[in-house]
């Protein structure tokens, strides 16, 4: 008898639930009790995420260390997040306003922020990605059609995944003039195989779609040089194994715009991997396109049997019928 994999699955999200919480839980104590110190910047970093996608993505966050003296006269420090106008004004020792948990000094965020503002910025870029926008569209869409007929839901199927085809397998382009030149140090490189980078296992067995992309690539994070003294962290792609001598520390010929130097690309290496992996997700697409025409159809053809049935009998009501009173007022 094999063995039940349900437990587990309800124990994750046990799990997942109660880290949420947690997280919510202490950002709403932070506004309540967090205590307003003028801090000073002792430290700035530009964090890269990268998303494991077939034609390259990465997120960009910007955060300074803040160092401020607590009532009983210690010292903490804290990371904080800031937009990126904020993040290039700011230097080192400059002042910077924090709220911070007394109990947990290392939890703290900006002044100018709270729990809604970052639940607006998680919600925003929820929405932003490209996925969610194509799914809630489809899913809102295949609904309506659903309530008016079969047609109406085979048509909008299929404008569904037309409109995926701009979303998903129309590679961005990178290419804009980049007359300047220099040389900027590797301070990081991942490389991309599979997208997603984790398949989820089921209850069963491994999904069996395969997340290994035609085209490695490999995402490399450049600290470029500024004019002014201060240097900012650029993020270029390029086909896994192109760029000779690209190791962590190399110091590497890059080209860039100088009103833009955070898309400075490297003068090395090839960039096929865009166009070659173009198609990685066509098979989950066009199955979730004929899944949701499917379950249009079969919520239309189930809405109508029920309104067929809901619907009053016309013609002889037999002897249980409405009997007439006769006479009047």
Known sequence: MPRRRRPTSRLEFFYAAVILAVMVGASLWLDRSGRLVTARVVAKQERIVVGYEPSGAWDRYYQVAAAFDRPDGSSAQATVRVPKKRYDALREGDAIEV???PQLPAFARTSDRST???????????AALPLMVWLAAGVTGLWVAARIGKAPVIAVGMAWAVA???MFFTP???????????????HG???????????????????RFNSRLDVPYQVVELGLPLENGDAVLAV???????????SHGARLPVRFEPSAPRDAQLVAGTRRF????RYHFVVPVLGSTILGV???????????ARQATAEPRTGHRGDHGIIPIEGGA
């Open 99 to 101: 709220r911070y948990l």
């Open 116 to 126: 809604a503002s970052v639940v607006r910025e998680f919600a925003s870029a929820i």
């Open 164 to 166: 995926a085809w701009p």
């Open 172 to 186: 961005p382009s990178r290419e804009v003039p980049r007359p300047m030149e220099t040389m900027a140090e590797v």
């Open 189 to 207: 490189i991942t490389l991309v195989e599979r997208s997603p980078a984790r398949v989820v296992q089921t209850r069963t067995r491994t999904g």
């Open 236 to 246: 270029d792609a390029v086909d896994s194994g192109s760029v000779k001598g690209l």
């Open 274 to 277: 865009a166009e070659a992996n």
């Open 294 to 304: 499917l379950m249009g159809l079969a919520y239309n053809w189930r809405r109508s």
